[in-house]
């Protein structure tokens, strides 16, 4: 890589893990599919070439869009508000009621359900749109040319190395998870997620 292209490469790799390695929706699903050793790659490659689409859109100038647009932001946090709060369901069943429980420990049996779910978690989270697409897009502006170029492939590069760690370090976990007790408080966190996720993105609306 040109040394000059370096600088701005670090500066998007830097950007892009601070906004993505926290704890959310896409992080807790890919865990938990980790753990289950369900769909692992497939789903890791989804999340990753999201995050890719939605930060060249940003630093293409979509971001700028985006941000002026409050019915389109009003629109997708109410529907994934609905869609967290649905999920967070979920999971308290899960880890409530033992029949929920044995079924969460087999994993997603099918591959198209794992599919839709990840890519609900992808685009009804106004989140993404504001990191990749405002929020990166916006700083990108600081570079030209190729420098901007490869400050979006640093972002993006963050997004591979994160959601594959992440989905296959999780096996690393997988002892502890033999105990259903271990897998009851994980669906408990998740659903305790889910529901503040879900609240946070509403309290934006008041």
Known sequence: MNPSLLS????????????????????????????????????????????????????????????????????????????????????FRRAMHPDALKAARQGETSLRAAVATCLAFTFLNPHVYLDTVVLVGSLSGAYEGSARTSFAAGAIAASFLWFYALGYGARLLQPLFAKPQAWRVLDILIGIVMSALALSLLTRLV
Do not use: E, K, M, W
Not at 19 to 47: D, E, K, S, T, Y
Not at 49 to 57: E, G, K, R, T, Y
Not at 60 to 78: E, F, W, Y
């Open 8 to 91: 701005p490469f670090i500066s998007g790799l830097l950007l892009g893990g601070s906004l993505i390695i926290a704890i959310g929706a896409q992080n807790a699903f890919i865990l938990r599919q980790g753990l289950l050793r369900r769909h692992v790659f497939l789903l890791c490659l989804i999340c990753a070439l999201s995050d890719a689409l939605l930060i060249a859109a940003g630093v293409a100038g979509l971001g700028t869009l985006v941000a002026r647009s409050p019915v389109l932001i009003t629109g997708v946090t109410i529907g994934g508000a609905a869609f967290l709060f649905g999920y967070a369901a979920l999971a």
